[in-house]
């Protein structure tokens, strides 16, 4: 079965940048991966994705191994707006498959 | 560009009562995917289909719930005879083909007396 790994919970400081980790040991080759975040009360929001190489957008950076076991969602600057539950999702055939996340919490 | 639309956002139902949530798609999207989020878990995929067509439906309780995409209109997810455990959020998400980034709806916080 697809298994994804995420710490339960992080803590970050404000304007400090957040490095949050994923091993998705068991992803194909064909497979993206894809990063969600969900604020209390709000459905998931799309960061970002990727398949090999790193991908940059306006909210972050996804930094993917070169095995593609594992990748990194990295917020350059946290704010108190970006406290939220991230999800990382390799996307195994057309579904998506949510584990629990990391809760990541920022600090003034 | 509008995005996902569900509604309505809250729900309350007695037990035995059924509970109907709709979703309209992004503009041009064509295939819509139903969540269920109990609190403090993940999102669990229920049910993929493309209008007028389920695709994949190995997510759905096999009784008590349905779901449509018609040619017109939202598409409707149907819980009959709701229980007490049916209480949750439900999100629904759009692409415009398969295997695309999936944008997701506000939610409908459905709660069963």
């Known amino acids: 079965d697809a298994k994804t790994t995420q710490p339960n919970s992080m803590e970050s400081n404000e304007e400090e940048p957040v490095h949050l980790p994923c091993n998705h040991s068991?992803?194909?080759?064909?497979?993206?991966i894809h990063w969600y975040r969900q604020l209390p009360s709000q459905g998931p929001e799309y960061v970002i994705h990727?398949?090999?190489s790193n991908v940059n957008n306006r909210m972050a950076s996804l930094a993917i191994a070169e095995d593609r076991k594992s990748s990194t969602l990295i917020l350059h600057r946290a704010t108190l707006r970006d406290a939220a539950v991230y999800y990382c999702?390799?996307?195994?055939?057309?579904?998506?498959?949510f584990g629990p996340g990391t809760r990541l919490s920022v600090l003034p | 560009n509008a995005g996902v639309m569900q509604n309505p956002r809250h729900l309350v139902r007695r037990r035995g009562q059924e509970a109907r949530l709709r979703c309209s798609p992004m503009?041009?999207?064509?295939?819509v995917y139903w969540y269920r989020q109990l609190p403090e878990e993940g999102l669990k995929f229920m049910v993929y289909?493309?209008?007028?067509?389920?695709?994949?439906e190995s997510g759905m309780p096999k009784e008590r719930f349905s779901a449509e995409f018609p040619k017109e209109g939202p598409s409707i997810l149907r819980i009959q005879q709701v229980v007490r455990g049916d209480s949750a959020a439900y999100f629904c998400?759009?692409?415009?083909?398969?295997?695309?980034?999936?944008?997701f709806g506000p939610g409908t916080r459905l709660l069963v007396l």
């Open positions: 998400a759009s692409t415009a083909k398969r295997r695309e980034t999936q944008y």
């Open positions: 068991t992803i194909s080759g064909t497979d993206y």
């Open positions: 990727g398949l090999t």
């Open positions: 999702i390799p996307q195994y055939g057309q579904n998506f498959v």
């Open positions: 503009k041009g999207h064509s295939h």
């Open positions: 289909l493309q209008k007028e067509n389920i695709i994949d």
